[in-house]
Nanobody, 115 residues
Framework: QVHLVESGGGLVQAGGSLRLSCAVS????????MGWYRQAPGKQRELVAV???????AYADSVKGRFTISRDNAKNTLYLQMNSLKPEDTAVYYC?????????WGQGTQVTVSS
């Protein structure tokens, strides 16, 4: 079992920055890929960024050049550095982890960007 807890969300003005963290507990050694997803009101959950076990990253076009995903395996923590935030980035952000058998989700953290 893997347990994920996100933190770092909040209210920020457009153009500002936030760093989200996702603390991993349980069978962290079994995790392969990890990622961040977001869900805005009335919209489907969408992929923001993913990172593989060797550290290969991929981003949604909407966040390329502004967001950076990283993972610290020694601290069992996933990060999302978000710069140049826009009002359309407002959403609940979820951490995801995959092992060989299933995916796991955190409870989410709210990010609100004011114009």
């Amino acid at each position: 079992q893997v347990h994920l807890v996100e933190s770092g969300g909040g209210l920020v003005q457009a153009g500002g920055s936030l760093r989200l963290s996702c603390a991993v507990s349980g069978s962290a050694f079994s995790i392969n890929g990890m990622g961040w997803y977001r869900q805005a009101p009335g919209k489907q959950r969408e992929l923001v960024a993913v990172i593989s076990s060797p550290g290969i990253t991929a981003y949604a076009d909407s966040v390329k050049g502004r967001f950076t995903i990283s993972r610290d395996n020694a601290k069992n923590t996933l990060y999302l550095q978000m710069n140049s935030l826009k009002p359309e980035d407002t959403a609940v952000y979820y951490c995801n982890a995959e092992d060989d058998s299933r995916g796991y989700w955190g409870q989410g953290t709210q990010v609100t960007v004011s114009s």
